[in-house]
């Protein structure tokens, strides 16, 4: 049974920091990596999806990498801003079709 | 990607009550996912909507509970039924376009019960 685990669970860092976020998952064998940007009590926002021939992608100051083999996914984001907090989503995509997600990290960029 | 539409975005509704949820996509999709997220927590699957038949649910939901309709390949309805504080959760709806399109999600029913 395919696990997702997001560290830290909760982060805060001074506006302009580079951060990352970090995700692991159990079973290699994926199909694709999806990362997710959530507010509170609203609906999930994709903001990068890594298939599993891939080793990055890139979205402005957003950058997820993925190591299949070590079952490794991280979210970096550079020059964070007071409106990236939010939490970040990482989910997993078996052959099953359904997605697997972490529990998320609670992200809080200060002024 | 696709775009979905989700209705109502919240509720407060009185436990013993029910309350469906909608969700309406821009584009023919084949399978159409609900998930739960309970308050604190990560996403989990109620279960696979599919046209023109049952839906699929998973472990420790049944349909009595939640039950689904998807009448067409744009649009799905999910029902919680005879409610309780318990269900006080963010209810979201799901497509995948393709297998190399990702996930789009609606903005998501947020229902308390009281």
């Known amino acids: 049974k395919q696990e997702v685990t997001q560290i830290p669970a909760a982060l805060s860092v001074p506006e302009g920091e580079n951060l990352v976020l970090n995700c692991s998952f159990t079973?290699?064998?994926?199909?694709?990596l999806q990362w997710f940007r959530q507010d509170p009590g609203k609906g999930l926002t994709s903001l990068l999806l890594?298939?599993?021939?891939?080793r990055e992608q890139t979205s402005g100051r957003l950058n997820a990498s993925l190591d299949k083999s070590s079952g490794r996914s991280t979210l970096y984001i550079a020059a964070s801003q007071p409106g990236d907090s939010a939490t970040y989503l990482c989910?997993?995509?078996?052959?099953?079709?359904?997605?697997?997600f972490g529990k998320g990290t609670k992200l809080t960029v200060n002024p | 990607s696709a775009v979905i539409s989700q209705k109502p975005s919240r509720d407060i509704c009185q436990r013993g009550t029910s309350l469906t949820i909608q969700c309406q996509v821009d584009?023919?999709?084949?399978?159409m996912f609900w998930y739960r997220q309970q308050p604190g927590q990560s996403l989990t699957l109620i279960a696979t909507a599919n046209q023109g038949s049952e839906a699929t649910y998973e472990s420790g939901f049944v349909i009595d509970k939640f039950p689904i309709s998807r009448p067409n390949l744009t649009f799905s309805t999910l029902t919680v039924s005879n409610m309780s504080p318990e269900d006080s959760s963010i209810y979201l709806c799901?497509?995948?376009?393709?297998?190399?399109?990702?996930?789009?999600f609606g903005s998501g029913t947020r229902l308390t019960v009281v």
């Open positions: 799901s497509v995948e376009k393709g297998a190399g399109y990702g996930y789009t």
């Open positions: 989910a997993v995509r078996g052959g099953s079709e359904k997605l697997v």
């Open positions: 584009s023919q999709v084949t399978m």
């Open positions: 079973d290699s064998a994926i199909y694709n």
């Open positions: 890594i298939q599993s021939s891939q």
